[in-house]
């Protein structure tokens, strides 16, 4: 078997998918209510209004070459010609239109690939080492797990509806290739007593606090891989919090709960799967057509050896050669997508892997075969003819489409790569095998940015008033199953001179590479320092008026700003403009001969980010926070009286109010007063009671169909709903209250139940 099997229950799901598609497209259902029914599905709104995107799961990275040269196909006919690696090392599609994507995923579908739980609160895109199968230092393959427990959870029912994504990973060796130490479920092959199984690590990841994983268990028979997978999900989705989604995933829940709390939880799960049995994971050997490896011994031509050098790297069966195919910025043009595929078509189906640094391998080849491959290759991506540090950087989609982006890191490395390649005369870069810089457009981390030697992550700065694109840097990483070390905060640098950074980083790397093992035993070593000092020349920019290019991002046509970008998008970006806001007005209050004017601009200019404004002169400063703060009452209109004329010492009372409200501001940008605002002004009206018989309805439809009849009604009214005895009322109740409304009452009516909820 080469790919996962799409269970009833998916056909099943798409089929409701459908009909909800066509109700949206009617305009019969609400755009929110299809947001939570489309994202589960792997479908994205980009940026771009009217555009989308859909995920792809490729488990373990693995695809065939007639499932590659379909994705060409619908890449050409629907998408933007490309084909996008992500950082878990399935595909994308950008740029879709909402009409398409049922097409999409029925062909999707039809050849064995599904976006279910592509996206959301769902488990994700199970990934694996991407050399497995294939690596000289592997105990065992651990693709045919990644499939398997692939199919497994797609045909469990909670599988998408969980507090947060759940992400699983399985690596081969102790190298921990495949992250199993920085991820919720984590498995790292180990043989004890001759039987197979896997050492266990819980609750990794990278992003707001991130940690590594812990030591679950030394060792897990591989029968047991989803009895174990299965059991802490069940607790993650019976305990996690649904309220706040920035302390949702499972790392925030053991810290929660403690260690011991959370292993008697999962053992009381245990028992309960083993108690309902089907919990055995079925595991089938992947099939491999094997060229001929007896032929005479292979000499690589002089003509292609550099690429051989730096790419081919021998398996460990003997007389096999896999090849690592640096792909820029993760896209394939389908073009040579298509031309690819049917080059490896006669070679089998194991010969694919997408990878989570965004590259693809090729693998199972002899060494003929191989070598036949170099020109297609040559043309695939630029990459291809350069070191391999080109194609080892990582870089999210960020602000260009990225609906959370803050700067745009796939433009900075087209600026870094340019740089560079004007060096590779001068540079030795070949010397850097290995190195990987890798960069994400908030904090989030899609671009992983704690696990690249050299990582960035974007942020905003202000200079004379005006918002620009920079980076915090961090350097250092180590990864291993014996303990995994994520990068360390190395100083900040602003977008406008990350190549210039970058090329002098490297340089200074260049003079030591030969006396350290690894960039990180260097930055260990005294490194950290030097990096962080380099990093200091490159964080002031010209004034505006000098140069106004640091204030646009890369490949972007207006200034840099947060404005327009949404709440929920930009919440990262925001908190950095208002902290930084926050400690000048504060240096600013410590002076002895206080400037009068900078702090009633410092305090008025803090929270209008909050609003969705970027004033940037005096005059619409103080203007737009006489709109959004005075006009609206969140504060006395005897501060509106403090913003005319000139600035004098009651602008110290202006600065301490604002920081009160600004203590009183909850993480979804309300204040304490807006609140109550809000309540003062409810009609204390009684409500209608409106209806819904769900009886006979299965999890988790029943659920999805409460929250599109709470779509239909208004705040503070009342929707009753029958449920049936079991699953249901077990679960949607919970469901109902972890997005914030109030389950009144439930009371028994005949053999089901009936849910009295106030919605909030």
Partial sequence: MSHYIIPQLVYDDLEVFKKNHADFLAGTLDELTFKTMRVPFGVYEQREANTFMVRIKLAGGILTPTQLLTLADLAEKYAHEAIHITTRGGAQLHYVKIEDIIDIITTLHSIGLSGRGGGGNTVRNITADPLAGTAPDEVFDVSPYALALTTKMLEQKDSFALPRKFKITFSGSEADRGYATIHDVGFIAKIENGVKGFKLFVAGGMGAKSRVGSKFLDFVPDTEVFLYAQAIKQVFDQNGNRKNKHAARLRFLIEELGMDEFRRLVNVEIEAIKAKGDWELPIVEIERTIGNTESEPFNVPASISKWWNRYVYAQKQAGLYGCKVPVHLGDIHFNHARALANALLPFGEDVLRFTGDQNLYIRNLTAPQMASLHDILQHFSKDVVRPTLFGDMVACTGAATCQLGIARPRGAVDAIQKRLSKLLDERDYDALQGFKIHLSGCPNSCGKHLIGDLGFFGKVQRNEGYSYPAYNVVAGTRTSGEGTVFAQKAGDVAAFHLPAFVEEVLDTWLKHV???????????????????????????????????????????????????????????????????????????????????????????????????????????????????????????????????????????????????????????????????????????????????????????????????????????????????????????????????????????????????????
Avoid: Q
């Fill in 514 to 760: 030969k006396k350290y093992e690894s960039f990180a035993d260097w930055i260990d070593d005294g490194g950290l320092k030097i990096v962080e000092e380099i990093s200091k020349k490159y964080v002031e920019i010209p004034s505006f008026n000098d140069d106004k290019n640091p204030y646009f991002d890369y490949n972007a046509v207006e200034l840099f700003s947060l404005k327009g970008r949404g709440v929920g998008e930009c919440s990262a970006g925001m908190y950095d403009l208002i902290e930084a806001d926050k400690k000048a007005l504060k240096e600013a209050l410590e002076k002895e001969e206080k400037d009068f004017e900078l702090i009633r601009l410092l305090s008025a200019r803090m929270l209008l980010v909050t609003r969705g404004e970027d004033a940037r002169d005096k005059a619409g400063v103080l203007k737009a926070f006489k709109t959004h703060f005075i006009d609206t009452t969140l504060l006395n209109a005897y501060f509106g009286t403090m913003l005319e004329g000139d600035a004098d010492e009651k602008s110290i009372e202006l600065a301490e109010e604002v920081m009160k409200l600004y203590a009183s501001m909850d993480h979804t940008l309300k204040f304490a007063k807006e609140k109550e605002l809000a309540a003062a002004a409810e009609v204390k009206e009684e409500k209608a009671v409106h209806f819904k018989d769900l009886s006979g309805v299965a999890c988790p439809m029943n659920f999805v169909k409460t929250k599109m009849e709470l779509s239909k009604i208004g705040s503070g009214e009342v929707l009753e709903i029958l449920l049936d005895d079991g699953a249901p009322i077990d679960n949607v109740p919970k469901s109902v209250a972890g997005e914030g409304h109030k389950v009144e009452a439930t009371t028994k009516e005949g053999n089901g139940w009936r849910v009295r909820i106030v919605k909030k």
